[in-house]
């Protein structure tokens, strides 16, 4: 089944081949990879093939697309078996601003939490990353934890802060 979900504003679909080089244009940019965990920089054309290939092996993992063209990621994701299920995103940093991180991930959220069986998604982010701790706040996760994470871009562990959202509290 091929899961393509619609907001106001945006399709959140799976990427395709054709999207490598605006997958490579839009993370090769310090701004944003500085801020995600599992994202290199410099984000290269295999790094988007890579992230295309395993959007195909994960059954929640797109990219968010505004009037056909790729403006970000968002993501459920587990980590391993045993794990809770995780949220991600990003938008490209010339859409910052327009709420398209919040729309996206609360379209998925919903379409998640109604098409599944699962009642909890968790998600973090870098202690110091003062926009996403608004988007996540918006969506109505609430902080559980604190710690640190190793991340790829930044090449060192980092503060990281750990929310949690309930089925029964989600928006």
């Not at 998640?112 to 870098?126: G, K």
């Amino acid at each position: 089944m091929s899961i393509e979900l619609h907001t106001d504003n945006l399709i959140i679909k799976k990427p395709s081949e054709e999207h490598s080089n605006s997958l490579t244009k839009e993370l090769n940019n310090w701004n944003i990879s500085k801020w995600l965990i599992e994202v290199p920089y410099p984000y290269t054309i295999e790094d988007a093939n890579y992230w295309i290939k395993k959007t195909k092996d994960e059954e929640f993992s797109f990219n968010i697309f505004l009037k056909n063209k790729l403006i970000g990621g968002v993501s459920l994701s587990k980590k391993t078996i045993n794990s809770n299920w995780e949220l991600g995103y990003w938008v490209g940093e010339e859409y910052w601003g327009n709420n398209f991180a919040r729309e996206s991930c609360e379209n998925l959220i919903q379409f998640f939490f109604n098409n599944t069986s699962h009642n909890l998604i968790n998600v973090s982010h870098m202690k110091d990353n003062i926009k996403s701790k608004k988007i996540i706040i918006n969506l109505g996760f609430k902080l559980v934890s604190a710690g640190k994470k190793f991340s790829i871009s930044n090449n060192e562990m980092v503060d990281n802060l750990n929310y949690e959202l309930r089925k029964s509290s989600a928006l």
